[in-house]
Every structure is written in structure tokens, then in C-alpha cells.
């Protein structure tokens, strides 16, 4: 039941001042407490909010490297290209590096339908069509004719080997000469003489390599001494070691054969590093196969991945794979996390991941970054995300102290009860203001949109040029409402500290020049005229030219807006000593003397000129962050009545 006055005065002294006590103060503290809490909540979103947006940006902008990596590796295989497979010389140092005493990546071109690898040492055996053969295109003399119909079709190898001795003699130092010294050994040792045939297959080893069917001559003789001793295993290493470093260009099938049987004579310790070279190798290989069969960007498969870049005419390619792919090609196409705190990996847009470990999921934020053919997932993730939340858990410790305090000390506790209360609402009527604002700006330029559109579409309009004239208010209501909602993003980017800015150095009198005739368009339907004074020796500007014209344009449309029936506006741009000032005057409204400490705060519009011109109050604030940002100031000077004038000066550089 309610304590009444009566019933209040009834209770003894100390009981009365209890429940004064109570009523005055406990009833604070309480709200207080509430608050409290929901700051705790809010802090602890905006924690994760603020790692999120961290994590995000990061992503972005390893996206947009990426991009800009990926587009020099194309520009690099186009350099190839026009320099010729024969100038490795002149090729881009990102191919050299890519293919120089490595095993994981490879150039391919293209001669006459042959594909061909450089270096061709990195990869095991030969790939695409085999190249044509000069030795299968001589002429069999009768002799040598006769002697093979004697060895292969009556077994008569004495006779068969006598006659490849007087084809050896009469043909020099020809590859004739050398086919028929192969002839020869093989002869022998059908007939049993390994003797005589150890001695032939030794001069055949130390001949110029000729091609026997699709053989070189040096390999068969060498594979045809470990025939006849088997037991020496130091030439069976030196052998497998040529086939796997790539001494001779051999077909698949003649690789995997010949490899297998040489490693089959060796013991498992002396093959170790035959078959490291040969697994390394194997993987780009595998690579360019399954490239060739089917050209794409990237593929997976076999438990590796490859990444190829390549153009048609002339077909240049370069095919990347492990460990390359790992060690150089992801770290350098993605580069580092803008944030030390974070880590990244790659994969494929189908699932597989390609580069870094497993990201935690929990935590993890993805990007797709859709390169030319090559769609990835890149996925960023705090690398202690306990220790990024601890901080967060600091600033709320620090929180729930300041409420016990505020609950202890109840009077202290009770002003800053009503503090919080009154600092509750202002915000919420600067937000609902802001939002009232907004709606009605988005209001009238739709309602314009939607009628003209409806006019057009019912086919009121007849006239041809009226038409046009209603397509261009159409645009120009579209753009106003774009303009808008960038301001208003742009503005939340540099509120938030994630406005990023990209400096580059641009010619500022034909920028002015461009700007000023663009806003010529948008007073088309207006009475006011945009007058412009450029000198000829303007110095370039170093800065974001997009940033620095939404800040004048800002300037321009405050401008006209508050002309208050006035027709002059001037933009005027000149140098002062080493900075550059652009200027806007206006022959308007002017400001009022007490809202001129208030101009470029956010949302604030002088009472005066609220009601009459719309707005959204983030237009200067908005030109006074950009201009910050690039290491100027924003001035301004004005007379009510009278009209303004805004400067911006910035460092000017050639």
C-alpha cells in the first residue's frame, strides 16, 4: 500500500530519514546500476564489434593487394610473351625468380603445336606432344638393312655383327655411325660375348647423344652396362640422379620405367636423394599435365595445388606449384595482415584450403576475392582472440569499479544517475533528429524520381525535349541521393577511424576545372551561376582527388543552398606561398555570429537557416575531416546578410 504523507509523519526521526534516504537515493543508485550494465553490454559489443571491423578491413585490403599482384603476374607473362622464349634475359625479374634453381614453377610456350618447358630441367620427364625426332628420318643404308634382318630375323649375330663393324667404319662420326654401334652391343650380348659388348655400350656412353627411336644413344648404353653389372651400384646412382635432375628429355612412360628399374638396383639409403628431387618434381609436373589437359587458373588434386597465369596468342603460361606455391607465390600475391595481431589462410572458392592453418571459426571473418579466373576465400582471424577480448574485459573492470563508487558514494551516485539520464536523451533526440532529417532529404528527391518516372512511363510527355529534360532531373535527383548517402557513409568511416585515403597526385587545375563544370549541371535548374577563377601555373596536388571533391562539392552545394536568392557563386583556386587555397564565396544568408563556433560540428544547423534550407548537418564536418586528413585547414569568413566565403588550404607539390 502506498506510504502517505500522514502515515510519513507518524514514523519516529530515523525512520523518517530512512525512507527519505531510500526514496532519494536507493531509487538512483538502482538506475545507476542498470546503466551500468548496459554499458558493460554495449562495451563488450563494441569489443567485438571494433576486432570484427579490424579483422574486415584487413581482409579488404589484402584483397585489393591481391588483385593489384595477381594483375603484375599477368602484365609479367605479357612481357614474356614479347620478349621471346629464347631472351630469358629480358624477361621480368618475377619469372626469373620464379623459375631459377627451383623445381616448382615453369615457363610453357609454344612452337608449331610443341609445347615446350623452361627451364625443362624442372620437370621430371616431357610433357605435351613429343617433339619430331631428326635421327628417324635417316636413310637405313642396304648394309645396315642387311645386318638387322640378320640379327633380329634369323639370330645370326656373328655374322649380323661383323656387318655392323663395316657399317661403323664406313660411316665416320655420323649419328649413322652411332645407331650402328647401338646395333652392335646389343648383338654382342645375344651372342654371349659381354665382353666385346661391355666395350662397344662403353664407347656408345661417351659419344655425342644421338637419338635412337625415341631414346637418347648415352641413356640405352648406360642402362645396357648396369644389364651386364648389375652389382655396381655407384653408376646406378649417377644414373638416377641424371634422370631425376632431368639430363634427358624423356616421355612418361620411358621416365617412370627406366627410373623405377635403375632404383631397383640401389639400396634405400643410397636412392634418398634421387627420390627427394624426384617427389619435388613430381608435383610441378603434375601440375603442367593436368594444366595442359585443361587450362584454368588453379586446381587441386593428388594432395597439391598449382596456380597457372597465362595468355593465348602467343601461348605464354607460367605454372606455379608446391613448395613455391606456399613459400613464395601465396605470402607475396596476399602479402602480411595490416595488423600484426591477426593471421590469414587461403582457399579454394570449392573448399580446399591452399596456404596458412586452419582458421578458428568462431572467430573468423572471410572474403571472397574474385581474381580473373581465379575465385578465392581469404579468411582472417585474431591470433589470440582471448587476448584481444581481455582488453575489452580491462575497460569493463574499469566500468564496474566506477559504478561501485558511484553506488558507495549514493549523493555522487544520484547526480550521476541524472547525468546519464539527461546524456541518454540528448542522444536520442540527436539521433531521432538525424533520422527525421535524413528521411525527408531521401523524401522529396524520390517523390520527384517517382513522379517523372510515372509521367514517362505513361507516356505523358510527348515532346522529345521535354522528355529529355524530365531523364535529366531523373539523374540529377539520383545523384543528389547518392551524394547524400555516401556523405553519410563516408562520414561513419571517419567517425569510426576507418576512412582509408588514397594519395595520389593529380593535375589540380584541370580537377577544379572538372568539378565546377559537373556542379554547372546540377544549378541547370536553379538561378544561381557558378563563376570560376583558375590561373594557368596551378601546382599538382598529392592527395585522394574522390575525398577532395565530395569536400568542395560539399562547399559548393552549401553554396547555393543558403544563396538566399542571390546568383553568384564563385570558386576560386590560387597559391599562397608553397600551399594551394580553393575558395567559395556566396552572396547569401550568411552566419550568425553565435552558430559560428558551431559550424563544423556534426549535425548542428543555426536556427535561423534550419527551418528554411534542408540539410543533414554533416556536410562541413565532413569537409573539415577530409581536409585534416590531408594536412590542411578548412577556414571560413562571414557576415550575416552579406553571404561567406570557406577556404581550404592544402600543401601543394609538384
Known sequence: ?????????????????LVVFAATVAGPALLLGFFGVRAL??????????????????????????????????QAIDQVALAGAAS????????????????????LTESAGVVAAIPAANLLYRVGSPPPNPASRLPVSP????????????????QAAELYRRVLASSGDTPAATIALHRLGRTLKKAGRNAEAVAVWEKLRLRPPTPIGSLPSDLLARIALLDLKPS???????????????????????????????????????AAEGEQIERRKMTLTWAVERFLESPRRISTGAGAAFVAVWRSEPFVAIVVAEPSLGADFWPTLFGAPLDRELDFSVAASDGPLLFGPAPLASHAVEQMVQ??????????????????????????NFYLGMVGGIVALLALGSYLAVRTVRAELAVAQMKAGFVSTVSHEFRSPLAGINQLAEMLRDGRVEDGEQRQHYYEMIVSETQRLRRLVENILDFSRMEEKRKQYRFEPFDTGAWVEE???????????SRCELSVSIPADLPRLAGDREALTTAVHNLLDNAAKYSNGSTGIRLEARTEGADLLISVHDRGAGIADKDKPHVFEKFYRGA????????????????????????GQVTFDSRQGEGSTFTIRLAAGR
Open 371 to 396: 581474381l580473373p579466373g581465379l575465385p578465392l576465400r581469404l579468411t582472417v582471424w585474431p591470433k589470440d582472440p582471448e587476448a584481444l577480448l581481455r582488453r575489452g574485459a580491462a575497460r569493463q
Open 515 to 525: 568539378l565546377a563544370g559537373g556542379f554547372r549541371k546540377e544549378l541547370a535548374a
Open 608 to 631: 535561423a537557416t534550419a527551418r528554411e534550407v534542408k540539410g543533414a548537418g554533416l556536410g562541413l564536418s565532413l569537409v573539415r575531416h577530409i581536409v585534416l586528413a590531408h594536412g
Open 143 to 158: 648394309l645396315l638393312a642387311e645386318a638387322e634382318s640378320l640379327e633380329l630375323r634369323l639370330n645370326k649375330f656373328d
Open 88 to 107: 630469358p634475359g629480358r624477361w621480368p625479374d618475377r619469372i626469373r625468380k620464379a623459375v631459377d634453381g627451383s623445381s616448382s614453377a615453369v615457363v
Open 232 to 270: 655396381q651400384a655407384g653408376p646406378a646412382l649417377d644414373l638416377y640422379r641424371d634422370l631425376t635432375v632431368g639430363r634427358w628429355r624423356l616421355a612418361k612412360s620411358s621416365y617412370l620405367f627406366y627410373s623405377e628399374k635403375v632404383r631397383g638396383l640401389l639400396p634405400p639409403s643410397a
Open 41 to 74: 553490454v554495449q562495451e563488450r559489443d563494441f569489443v567485438r564489434r571494433q576486432v570484427q571491423d579490424r579483422m574486415r578491413a584487413s581482409a579488404e585490403a589484402m584483397g585489393r593487394r591481391a588483385e593489384l599482384e595477381f594483375a603484375a603476374w599477368q
Open 1 to 17: 500500500m502506498p506510504l502517505s504523507a500522514q502515515r510519513l509523519r507518524r514514523l519516529r526521526t530515523p525512520q523518517r530519514w
